[in-house]
């Protein structure tokens, strides 16, 4: 391709994408979701939030499922003012504890209600919420009413697989992480720093 063509197609791109900037006006928090079987949408989300933090945003997170091994990004991100509250069970197929497990989930959703009418935090994670709402830890109803009546410029990010179409639906923007390949198919343990 000679440079002229090069130059013609990039400027009708850039036109395309002027247009579609130029028509974005609204100002407003979004409800992201990451979900699909592969990995990396906890990572995502924590980009994310350390994004966020890097300018000088207010952050909360509340992370379901999780246990209590050590946290990279709570190490990194709780002295810069991020608060986390972490369920602390560990994996439901562990715990095989399902009366627990919700009493535990519906404890820590207590203070994800706090924080998605807490009009100061410009970002909330709700990290793994959607194996609460398909084991029904919590109620979809409950759910769906506490982010449709957040504040208007709070965004959230909702992880994990299987996201009720509920929740996808009102949702603005929705990642599906498709798995490709995995070490640990291959039999490679997880890794602290690189898988938690």
Known sequence: MSDERHRERQQRLKEKVDARVAEARQERGILLV??????????????????????????????????????????????????????????????????GDTTACLAVWQHAKRMLMDETLDLVILDELTYMVAYDYLPLQEVLTALEQRPRQQTVIVTGRGCHRDILEMADTVSELRPVKHAFDAGIKAQIGIDY
Do not use: S
């Not at 050590?70 to 986390?84: A, D, S, T, Y």
């Open 34 to 99: 990451l979900t699909g079987n592969g990995k990396g949408k906890t990572t995502a989300a924590f980009g994310t939030a350390t994004r966020a933090v890097g300018h000088g945003k207010k952050v909360g997170v509340i992370q379901f499922i999780k246990g209590e091994w050590p946290n990279g990004e709570r190490n990194l991100l709780e002295p810069h003012g991020v608060e986390f509250q972490v369920m602390a069970t560990g994996f439901t197929w562990d715990t095989q504890d399902k009366a």
